[in-house]
């Protein structure tokens, strides 16, 4: 991972437990690269987020089938050194020699030699993880990554993860978090935190669709800070410290946006006013008893049913905001 002084950090931070410090606020792509808006306009606002200190680009390869990767790349050239870059590997793409094409090839679409962290997208069936652990281990013997983590991963699949040789090297688990969606909040971030593990949030204004960002509250709060909604909603998310953040943006100006989460100083009063208005919803109540019985935690028949669940519940929303 790159080291402490190595990027342009403004603002809050969240440093890794081997150290290493990034922005609270990132860049998420799964949106991009797939037409949505002109390749120029997305790569000049992922270049204007490095300016601006948002460092940290999420990625994947089968985002718009590599095509994510292979613009970030236009965008770094000459300045990886800047980046802090993170991608994923598939769940189907853990066992044997899989996971090493897999990364070797978003590195070629990437145009670099190393991923700061790899992440691992789905759980496996908890029979795998040593497999999947071996497998970032030998990627990270080899240089190919300087770390590795988890996504969508439980409390109780975090603990049997523990549980593994070397398990513990989980640098960190990326979930689905917002305002709109804190069932994370009762479990899986107090887990973390007792564990020196930063969460990542994926969809942290709320995902397609949504409306969390025309909620009125959040307006009203937004404009006594003179700032946009989503700086707020943002702002909410990474106050503890521990969660670092990763909105999706096509423009320059939400990108701008976003960046004053950085330095947002939010309230008591703010907070509590926000949590007020976005209580536990079904969905995050669904998913508290989903994990809580440990289905997501079980071998492939069963989870071949409940995924699809959850994609209707919104957790495997990575997509933002135009």
């Not at 989980?170 to 007792?194: I, K, M």
Request: with cysteine.
């Amino acid at each position: 991972m790159k080291a402490e002084g190595a990027s342009e950090n403004r603002g809050l931070t969240v440093k890794f437990r081997d150290g290493t410090v990034v922005p609270a606020v990132g860049q998420g792509s799964a949106g991009l690269a797939q037409g949505r808006h002109a390749a120029a306009d997305e790569e000049e606002a992922l270049r204007t987020g490095l300016s601006l200190g948002m460092t940290l680009i999420d990625t994947s390869g089968n985002y718009g089938e590599g095509r994510s990767e292979e613009l970030i790349k236009r965008v770094i050239a000459g300045q990886r050194d800047r980046a802090f870059l993170v991608s994923k590997v598939e769940a189907n793409d853990v066992t044997g020699s899989a996971m090493a094409r897999a990364c070797m090839a978003s590195l070629a679409r990437l145009g670099t030699d190393h991923l700061d962290l790899y992440l691992l997208h789905w759980p496996t069936p908890n029979a795998q993880f040593s497999e999947v652990v071996a497998g970032f281990e030998s990627l990270r013997a080899a240089g190919k990554i300087r770390a590795w983590g988890v996504s969508n991963f439980t409390v109780p699949q975090m603990e049997d993860l523990f549980h593994v040789p070397f398990g513990d090297r989980c640098a960190t688990n990326q979930v689905y978090y917002n305002l709109g969606g804190r069932s994370f909040a009762h479990d899986l971030l107090p887990w973390c935190e007792r564990h020196s593990m930063p969460v990542m949030a994926y969809s942290p204004l709320g995902g397609p669709g949504g409306s969390l960002l025309g909620d009125p509250m959040l307006g009203r709060i937004a404009a006594a800070h003179a700032c946009s909604a989503a700086a707020v909603a943002l702002a909410w998310i990474i106050r503890s410290g521990n969660v670092i953040v990763i909105p999706q943006s096509g423009s320059v100006a939400h990108v701008k946006e976003n960046s004053v989460a950085l330095s947002l100083i939010l309230t008591p009063e703010d907070i509590q006013t926000l949590e007020a208005a976005f209580p536990m919803s079904l969905k995050d109540k669904l998913r508290v008893l989903v994990d809580r019985t440990r289905l997501r935690a079980v071998v492939d028949p069963t989870r071949r049913w409940l995924r699809p669940l959850l994609e209707r519940l919104a957790i495997t929303s990575q997509t933002e905001r135009n």
